[in-house]
């Protein structure tokens, strides 16, 4: 499987889900390693030339809101947790379509 940056993408959209529930469950050390490997993330997504610059920015954003997680009001958050939804979806529809012409026996 390639990891291009859609990859990368639609693997924010889990890790999120995570920081957000070790951080409601009061399980801070767990909700920071989390915090780290979605700016790892955020990072290698920033690395690819097929990102625009408009999408440059718009990471750059996401990235600040990663940064300071525990300090954003609810509607803050809630754009942080849905913003990679779509590329988790588009990245899925993506791949089953690849591996739709492979047989599962």
């Known amino acids: 499987m390639e990891k291009n940056a859609l990859f990368y993408m ?5 890790e999120i889900g995570r920081l957000f529930s070790f951080y ?3 399980k ?3 909700a920071k390693n ?3 490997r979605s700016l790892n993330i955020v990072n290698k997504i920033l690395t690819f030339k097929d990102v625009s610059l408009a999408g440059r920015e718009e ?3 996401i990235k600040n809101f ?4 525990d300090k954003l009001d609810s509607y803050e958050r809630k754009i ?3 913003y990679a939804q779509p590329f988790s ?7 089953s379509k690849r591996n739709a012409k492979t047989p599962y026996y």
């Open 10 to 14: 639609a693997n924010l959209y889990p």
């Open 24 to 26: 409601d469950s009061r």
């Open 28 to 30: 801070f050390e767990a």
């Open 34 to 36: 989390a915090q780290v």
């Open 59 to 61: 990471w750059s954003v």
């Open 66 to 69: 990663i940064l300071g997680y």
């Open 80 to 82: 942080l947790e849905k």
């Open 89 to 95: 979806y588009k990245f899925m529809n993506h791949y």
